[in-house]
């Protein structure tokens, strides 16, 4: 088996391109087909759902919209702490259909406070798009209606996702392995 290192790490092929690329058109027309006509919005949330978003949107045929945004997290003086901000989101969500577009949902706790985020703009609905899950990682209950693949708990990097700030730009995915 190949093994790649990034940084300190060893990784293997876990998911290879053409599968990814196969999975995210299936996904692509699903998403085209229940939402035509709607206009939806989609939010890509960066870093690492950029290559996923440009696949994806690749293979949308109904007319949409795409956006980037970023989460910043502070301690808030909230009674629940960390507060979460959603920083470049210039367009205005009310009434419209939003696709939220991310890398990986693995405890779901980011994705949690997004929704909570987002349903305070008054959108119409928000469906959520994730490449990947890890569905024993799970600590809420998420609807995600549109998952490319769902896997173990184990430390994953490339197609966008990244190892401390490395291994975006490998094709495939790849797993953490012993050295
Ligand atoms: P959650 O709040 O636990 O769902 O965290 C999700 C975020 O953790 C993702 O957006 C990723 O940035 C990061 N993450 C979780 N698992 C992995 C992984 O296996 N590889 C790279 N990043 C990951
Ligand atoms: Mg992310």
Redesign the pocket.
């Known amino acids: 088996m190949e093994k790649v290192k990034v940084r300190d790490k060893y990784f293997a092929v876990s998911i290879p391109e053409a599968e990814i690329k196969r999975r995210v058109a299936e996904l692509a027309a699903q998403i085209s087909k229940d939402l035509q006509g709607r206009k939806p919005i989609f939010l890509s ?1 960066l870093n ?1 759902s950029f290559v996923f978003a440009a696949d994806l949107l690749r293979g949308i045929t109904t007319d949409c919209e795409i956006t980037f945004i970023r989460l910043a997290s502070y301690s808030g003086t909230s009674s629940t702490g960390e507060v979460q901000q959603i920083l470049g989101l210039n367009e205005s969500l009310e009434g419209r259909t939003v696709v939220i577009v ?10 949690e406070r997004l929704l909570e985020s987002i349903r305070s703009l008054h959108p119409a609905e928000v469906r959520i798009a994730a490449l990947l899950v ?1 569905p024993d ?1 799970l600590k809420t209950e998420l609807d995600i209606p549109y998952c490319c693949f769902r896997i173990p708990n ?4 490339g197609y966008g ?3 401390d700030g490395e291994g975006r730009n490998l094709p495939d995915i790849y797993t953490v392995v012993a050295d």
């Open positions: 949330v690492g991310e890398d990986i949902i693995d405890s779901g706790l980011t994705m890890k990682n184990d430390f994953i990097v996702l990244d190892y």
